[in-house]
């Protein structure tokens, strides 16, 4: 099977968020299965030197962004046995970051339809399925469905769309559908591209590929529902059984407490009190009470209204006034920032606010803490609660997408469970789960064991790109 993957991002190359992880992880793990998976993205100036240097170029052709023919160029370059494309264009790609511009439709309508023209210059590679990640590449099925069906290297070829955070869309004027993805006005109804009174890319995605996927079964439920469905709830019923959910998975080898250089001490299940000096070393350097006994909680999180942290500013005071440390790192909305910052002035051996984001902190974070809190409103995967498992801090979730279909709330009746869960969006809840995990911490015993059995858990990508596979038989 010969698979084209395409993102926006991917490490090491350029990584914004949970995306970047997958873009390099779950091709990896396939490839492992034996699937020719090869990774296409934008050439962005904001990738290293170091890698752009070495990228072969293959190809240079026209791209047609609606009356406009720009430059298109193809590059290769292979990573850990990887091969990744490169789509080069320095008026689109030159940039400072990523994403955020004013012209976000133009950039990845001129994306969508490069991916495709460059398909025609790959040497000895006819993908059998170009599989889709989030809107900046939905546009890539209804231009093949429009441009390129009856060319004879696309005859056969299907498309997958995974869907990694329905809440961005890519909405943009109607008028985008001649001026920049040559589609006529047929496209805007209701059964194609027309989202209220734009065009959305999403929209595009899900209309027109053959089957689409998301990264959690929990999530591919409530995504067909009003309150999680961000107005496509509707379609999302009507395609239900071309819908599949499949939970994403962690790189191991990266994330391996065992052999992480990044940490102070390394360790594993078999001796845990690795974790206790990289907490004792955690709280030096953060300026935190230096004591094993403490109870850590950690949070590396966007601080924003979807990752739980009104649910915290709403309890603060009542945590702070527990035996207990929090430590947070992350950026977001000005308001949590400074609510964050506020706490951590008035109890600053208690909080430690760290509004940065700085990888090496994380994974130390990881690392010391004993509970990683994790109260979204909604997390259609999440990498957080994996990476914690990983490195033996138990997760404290709320019950929704990938947080409910990985972590399992500790019984100590029957001794199941790898974490700490509760249902309702509601501080209280969260509140008393917080106190009912203290209280577990107590007894060493049950503890150890629970971190020793979180740390056994298989989270890689083995299974998951099992199921990926499958999902790719079934469109053969």
Same mark, same amino acid.
């Given at each position: 099977? #010969?698979?084209?993957?395409?993102?926006?991002?991917?490490?090491?190359?350029?990584?914004?968020?949970?995306?970047?992880?997958?873009?390099?992880?779950?091709?990896?793990?396939?490839?492992?299965?034996?699937?020719?998976?090869?990774?296409?993205?934008? +050439?962005?100036?904001?990738?290293?030197?170091?890698? +752009? #240097?070495?990228?072969?170029?293959?190809?240079?052709?026209?791209?047609?962004?609606?009356? !406009?023919?720009? %430059?298109?160029?193809?590059?290769?370059?292979?990573?850990?046995?990887?091969?990744?494309?490169?789509?080069?264009?320095?008026?689109?790609?030159?940039?400072?970051?990523?994403?955020?511009?004013?012209?976000?439709?133009?950039?990845?309508?001129?994306?969508?339809?490069?991916?495709?023209?460059?398909?025609?210059? =790959?040497?000895?590679?006819?993908?059998?399925?170009?599989?889709?990640?989030?809107?900046?590449?939905?546009?890539?099925?209804?231009?093949?469905?429009?441009?390129?069906?009856?060319?004879? !290297?696309?005859?056969?070829?299907? *498309?997958?769309?995974?869907?990694?955070?329905?809440?961005?869309?890519?909405?943009?004027?109607?008028?985008?559908?001649?001026?920049?993805?040559?589609?006529?006005? /047929?496209?805007?109804?209701?059964?194609?591209?027309?989202?209220?009174?734009?065009?959305?890319?999403? +929209?595009?995605?899900?209309?027109?590929?053959?089957?689409?996927? $998301?990264?959690?079964?929990?999530?591919?439920?409530?995504?067909?529902?009003?309150? %999680?469905?961000?107005?496509?709830?509707?379609?999302?019923?009507?395609?239900?059984?071309? &819908?599949?959910?499949?939970?994403?998975?962690?790189?191991?080898?990266?994330?391996?407490?065992? $052999?992480?250089?990044? &940490?102070?001490?390394?360790?594993?299940?078999?001796?845990?009190?690795?974790?206790?000096?990289?907490?004792?070393?955690?709280?030096?350097?953060?300026?935190?009470?230096? /004591?094993?006994?403490?109870?850590?909680?950690?949070?590396? $999180? !966007?601080?924003?209204?979807?990752?739980?942290?009104?649910?915290?500013?709403?309890?603060?005071?009542?945590?702070?006034?527990?035996?207990?440390?929090?430590?947070?790192?992350?950026?977001?909305?000005?308001?949590?920032?400074? =609510?964050?910052?506020? %706490?951590?002035?008035?109890?600053?051996?208690?909080?430690?606010?760290?509004?940065?984001?700085?990888?090496? &902190?994380?994974?130390?974070?990881?690392?010391?803490?004993?509970?990683?809190?994790?109260?979204? &409103?909604?997390?259609?995967?999440?990498?957080?609660?994996?990476?914690?498992?990983?490195?033996?801090?138990?997760?404290?979730?709320?019950?929704?997408?990938?947080?409910?279909? *990985?972590?399992?709330? %500790?019984?100590?009746?029957?001794?199941?469970?790898?974490?700490?869960?509760?249902?309702?969006?509601?501080?209280? /809840?969260?509140?008393?789960?917080?106190?009912?995990?203290?209280?577990?911490? #107590?007894?060493?015993?049950?503890?150890?064991?629970?971190? #020793?059995?979180?740390?056994?858990?298989?989270?890689?990508?083995? +299974?998951?790109?099992?199921?990926?596979?499958?999902?790719?038989?079934?469109?053969?």
């Amino acid at each position: 099977m #010969k698979i084209l993957f395409v993102a926006s991002e991917a490490h090491p190359f350029i990584k914004t968020g949970g995306l970047g992880d997958v873009a390099y992880a779950l091709p990896k793990a396939l490839r492992k299965l034996g699937l020719d998976v090869r990774v296409i993205l934008p +050439k962005y100036s904001i990738i290293d030197e170091s890698y +752009k #240097k070495k990228m072969l170029p293959l190809a240079t052709f026209n791209v047609p962004v609606g009356w !406009r023919n720009q %430059y298109g160029g193809l590059q290769y370059f292979e990573q850990d046995g990887i091969p990744f494309y490169f789509i080069d264009n320095e008026y689109y790609f030159n940039r400072d970051e990523a994403y955020g511009f004013y012209d976000d439709g133009e950039r990845f309508s001129y994306f969508c339809r490069a991916v495709l023209e460059a398909v025609n210059y =790959m040497i000895d590679f006819t993908p059998d399925i170009i599989h889709l990640n989030d809107w900046h590449t939905g546009m890539i099925s209804p231009i093949m469905n429009e441009h390129f069906k009856y060319s004879p !290297r696309f005859h056969n070829i299907k *498309t997958i769309f995974t869907i990694h955070n329905l809440k961005y869309q890519g909405i943009f004027p109607k008028e985008i559908l001649g001026d920049l993805l040559n589609l006529s006005n /047929d496209y805007f109804r209701d059964d194609k591209l027309k989202y209220y009174d734009g065009v959305s890319f999403m +929209k595009g995605g899900l209309n027109f590929s053959h089957k689409i996927s $998301t990264v959690s079964k929990a999530y591919a439920e409530e995504i067909k529902t009003s309150f %999680y469905g961000e107005g496509l709830h509707g379609l999302l019923q009507i395609r239900s059984n071309d &819908l599949i959910g499949i939970v994403n998975g962690i790189d191991t080898e990266i994330f391996n407490p065992k $052999t992480d250089a990044e &940490l102070y001490f390394n360790y594993d299940y078999t001796d845990i009190y690795g974790k206790t000096k990289n907490k004792l070393e955690l709280q030096k350097s953060l300026g935190l009470n230096v /004591d094993e006994n403490i109870p850590m909680i950690g949070m590396v $999180t !966007r601080l924003t209204g979807q990752k739980g942290l009104d649910l915290v500013a709403h309890v603060m005071e009542e945590l702070l006034k527990l035996n207990l440390q929090l430590v947070v790192l992350g950026t977001g909305e000005k308001k949590y920032e400074d =609510m964050i910052k506020y %706490y951590a002035g008035l109890a600053p051996q208690k909080l430690s606010a760290n509004i940065t984001f700085n990888n090496t &902190l994380a994974k130390r974070i990881y690392a010391s803490s004993d509970i990683f809190l994790m109260p979204s &409103l909604f997390e259609p995967c999440g990498i957080g609660q994996l990476l914690a498992l990983r490195y033996g801090s138990l997760p404290l979730v709320r019950e929704t997408g990938g947080l409910k279909d *990985t972590v399992f709330s %500790y019984n100590e009746y029957t001794n199941n469970g790898n974490g700490f869960s509760f249902a309702n969006y509601n501080a209280d /809840d969260m509140l008393y789960t917080i106190k009912r995990a203290l209280n577990f911490y #107590k007894n060493k015993e049950v503890w150890n064991n629970l971190v #020793k059995n979180a740390m056994m858990e298989d989270n890689s990508w083995r +299974k998951s790109a099992q199921e990926y596979k499958n999902l790719y038989s079934s469109l053969l």
